[in-house]
């Protein structure tokens, strides 16, 4: 009686019906999983800074960027929350931090906002841009930004960059065969950034449509025990 | 447990990528199984089918992806798309083989479903391949799918001549399936891990007549040694694929060479060999050089076969003391000391395990084992033989990854070897003690468990990491932030992996790699030690228009604290404790 079933379409039958089936007890722990967070008696997912394991809405790490501003850097699940803010509530007031979200990795978030201080304790609401409901909340004290080196006492910069139009590259898939360029000496650029399991060069990409490139600026190019060893 | 529960997190997480991969893969298998059942009839037994369309997917897939790419090339990619899926419902009506048998597949599955789960314990927590390898295959793929999308050749894919088959492929599940790039590497590769082990159990229970000894094989091979999975760790994902459709070749020759010619017809044989080589040369150029030395160990097994004994005694003494010269002129070279040190370090029991089982394998395989020790010898002269190639300049033959990634196969062979010799001997000196076979099979199955419970590393390697979650705050502030046309320096260092190499050759030392992929920024590299304090860089820097430069968490990446001592030159534009930004200021 089995024996038909040996056959290749009840077999693809099968094996569809198998993936249509986890795929579906899959998406109902998700769905459960969901309705537990938000539903459990009204009550607001909390978090906290990040553990070892990544599981659920945390705070990675405290920064700052150029014009003092606190950066807020979050790891959010995949599809668990809407596009959002946060709302940080101190003791001299609330104020809000616009969030971004990184392209190909959707966990990925950072906030910015007004600086916060060294040992400071504050409350921060993640909020959904779309109905201002509140999602989550987290109580924090900011122990350490972090930050190694004198970073956090640099001023922002009073003299305006020079910013490159572009950089010099070959459009050449060539690897230079020239000398070893001068300890502290800039070479031309030249694209060359390939290995054995690579294809050959790096220059131009037409990602977008915009050409983009990457050179390379020797110097020193020796082997040091620091450099050593490649593919560990 | 936690592997297995991390493993099928992760299944989880990828559920979607994995179907289509499987899916794709599934077909890949299934034409290859109809080919092996036209051609061979019932010869074969279902498993044995399957264990081998296991190595041979990656054939029919990468000429159907080529293809693909052609035709939305010349026409649109919705056109190459219809044409695809005709073909791949005719072909696999036109390819089907013979009813298959249910539980020689279950068993199959079983196993592989089984490994698909520890090996995706590896994709725990991580959201960017490994390495520096890796986002230079996502540029490539990137540039594939840009080219469907656009309907225009991508000057970039112009010079890219090499390894065309795991590019050409994933750019095809990524752009037609709409799965992110990445999660098409990530997956892709813990999938190919898989299959992997599979076709050495063919080779094996036929060479044996031992499906035990077959299994040990295919144990070994998956879970024995560090590689092939700490390739992931490298990104090496194109030489993984390699293996994979490495084995179907070898699978073919022994078919072709060692097999009946009356039950395995030689000129299906060499069909199919043909297509493994050629589908083999676009997966990864460098398999020539391992053909050309498998083609050279062969005729010195035939020319070995026709001496006296004593001759015979003598070259086996000559091939083994040759690997001892060579092994002692790789440990003194700086690039290649690696290469023992991985298996040394990692994979030690499993060496002394094999070493032993070799013995017996010696007694009862001559030929073949004569034949894994020479093709080990060439091998190893390959790492020190030069030749000239146009673009990359004089290097050697095979370099030390690519040999590191591949030992672990004749490894595995051996111990298959030995393991059926070892049985055999206990079968010829007490032939009433069965009991005592099993036993020694028992206990060879569990050193090898015990070793994997104990040692073998599910998990990604930390050694290239090279992405933090703070990297990726950094990318998406610089993509938000900064100028479309700033150029930003990142640190490298030179590539030492070979014992003749260009020296110029530079690679990534941190995330910052992967910004020009990710991002489309120009970026510059730098050596990771420059003197980023002397006035004359920071000059040159302002004259090469570098607005930017990017420290990444690695040990190598650029010192923060000389930058932040300099805030006259260097000003912190994004600071995170793992990745931080600084902005080249203080030009005139």
């Known amino acids: 009686m089995l024996k038909k079933f040996t056959q290749p379409k009840y077999l693809l039958i099968l094996v569809a019906g198998i993936i249509v089936i986890s795929s579906l007890a899959w998406f109902a722990v998700r769905l459960n999983r969901l309705q537990e967070r938000s539903g459990e008696s009204g009550k607001l997912v909390s978090f906290d800074y990040c553990a070892e394991e990544l599981t659920k809405l945390c705070v990675v790490s405290f920064g700052r960027d150029a014009d003092d501003n606190t950066i807020v850097n979050l790891f959010v699940p995949e599809d668990e929350f809407p596009i959002f803010y946060l709302k940080v509530t101190r003791a001299t007031g609330e104020s809000v931090y616009e969030c971004d979200k990184n392209d190909e990795v959707k966990t990925s978030v950072y906030c910015t906002g007004d600086p916060l201080n060294l040992e400071e304790r504050f409350d921060i609401q993640i909020v959904s841009v779309k109905d201002d409901q509140i999602l989550a909340q987290g109580r924090f004290t900011l122990t350490a930004f972090l930050i190694t080196g004198p970073t956090a006492d640099v001023q922002t910069p009073q003299t305006t960059p020079e910013v490159a139009s572009s950089t010099q590259t070959e459009s050449t898939p060539t690897v230079s065969s020239g000398t070893s360029v001068a300890s502290g000496d800039l070479a031309t650029a030249t694209a060359t950034q390939s290995n054995n399991d690579l294809a050959t060069p790096t220059t131009s990409v037409a990602v977008n449509q915009t050409a983009t490139s990457v050179a390379v600026i020797r110097a020193t190019p020796t082997a040091t025990s620091d450099s050593y060893p490649s593919y560990p | ?588």
Not at chain 2, 390 to 416: E, T
Not at chain 2, 444 to 470: E, H, K, M
Not at chain 2, 500 to 513: E, F, R, Y
Not at chain 2, 567 to 587: D, R
Request: charge should be neutral; hydrophobic fraction near 55%.
């Open chain 2, 1 to 588: 447990m936690t592997v297995w529960l991390d493993g099928l997190a992760s299944l989880a997480a990828h559920a979607a990528t994995v179907t289509i991969i499987l899916l794709s893969i599934l077909w890949g298998m299934w034409i290859i199984r109809g080919l092996l059942d036209q051609f061979y009839k019932e010869r074969l037994s279902e498993f044995e089918k399957l264990a081998i369309a296991a190595a041979g997917w990656p054939a029919p897939i990468l000429f159907l992806a080529l293809l693909l790419f052609l035709i939305s090339l010349i026409f649109t990619s919705t056109i190459g798309l219809i044409v695809t899926i005709g073909i791949i419902l005719s072909s696999s009506f036109v390819f089907r083989g013979e009813k298959l048998s249910l539980p020689q597949t279950f068993l199959f599955f079983l196993l592989g479903f089984t490994s698909l789960i520890l090996h995706f314990a590896f994709l725990k927590d991580m959201f960017l391949p490994s390495y520096f390898d890796s986002a230079e295959h996502y540029r490539l793929i990137h540039s594939i799918t840009e080219t469907y999308r656009l309907g225009i050749l991508s000057k970039e894919l112009l010079g890219t001549v090499y390894h065309l088959g795991f590019h050409f492929i994933s750019a095809g599940l990524s752009f037609f399936f709409q799965q992110s790039i990445v999660d098409v590497i990530l997956v892709f590769g813990q999938v190919i891990l898989t299959f992997l082990p599979f076709p050495l159990f063919f080779l094996i229970k036929n060479e044996t007549d031992s499906t035990l000894a077959g299994i040990f094989t295919a144990l070994l091979a998956g879970f024995g040694f560090h590689m092939p999975q700490h390739l992931m760790n490298w990104g090496k994902y194109p030489a993984l694929l390699s293996l994979a459709i490495i084995s179907f070749v070898l699978c073919m020759a022994y078919l072709a060479f060692r097999g009946n010619p009356h039950s395995y017809p030689r000129k299906y044989s060499l069909i199919l060999l043909g297509i493994g080589i050629l589908a083999s040369i676009l997966i990864h150029s460098r398999t020539i050089v391992l053909y050309a030395i498998l083609g050279i160990a062969s005729v010195a097994l035939l020319i070995w076969k026709r001496q006296r004994s004593s001759i015979r005694v003598l070259t086996i003494l000559f091939v083994l003391g040759l690997i001892v010269i060579e092994i002692v002129f790789s440990r003194s070279d700086s690039a290649l000391k690696l290469l023992l040190e991985g298996y040394l370090v990692k994979d030690f029991w499993m060496l002394i395990l094999v070493g032993l089982l070799t013995i017996f394998s010696f007694l009862y395989f001559t030929e073949t084992t004569f034949l894994l020790f020479s093709v080990l010898a060439f091998m190893g002269l390959a790492l020190f033989t030069p030749f000239f190639l146009p673009i990359h300049g004089v290097q050697s033959l095979l370099d030390r990854p690519y040999v590191q990634m591949f030992l672990h196969l004749p490894f595995s062979l051996l111990g298959g070897l030995g393991f059926a010799g070892l049985i055999q001997t206990i079968k010829r000196l007490l032939p009433s003690r069965e009991l005592l076979m099993r036993f020694t099979a028992v206990i060879l199955f569990g050193l090898v468990l015990i070793n994997i419970a104990f040692q073998y590393n599910f998990y990604s390697s930390p050694c290239c990491r090279f992405t933090t979650r703070d990297d990726l705050a950094a990318f998406t502030w610089l993509d938000h932030s900064i100028p479309e046309d700033a150029t930003i320096l990142i640190a490298s260092s030179s590539l030492y992996v070979a014992s003749l190499q260009p020296s110029q050759i530079q690679t990534g030392v941190d995330a910052g790699i992967w910004i020009q992929p990710l991002l489309a920024r120009n970026t510059a590299l730098a050596w990771q030690g420059m003197q980023l304090d002397s006035s004359e860089i920071h000059s040159q820097l302002c004259n090469k228009k570098v607005g930017y430069i990017y420290i990444g968490g690695m040990p190598q990446s650029f010192s923060e604290p000389i930058l932040a001592a300099l805030p006259e030159w260097y000003s912190p534009a994004f600071s995170l404790p793992k990745a931080k930004v600084y902005q080249v200021i203080g030009c005139h």
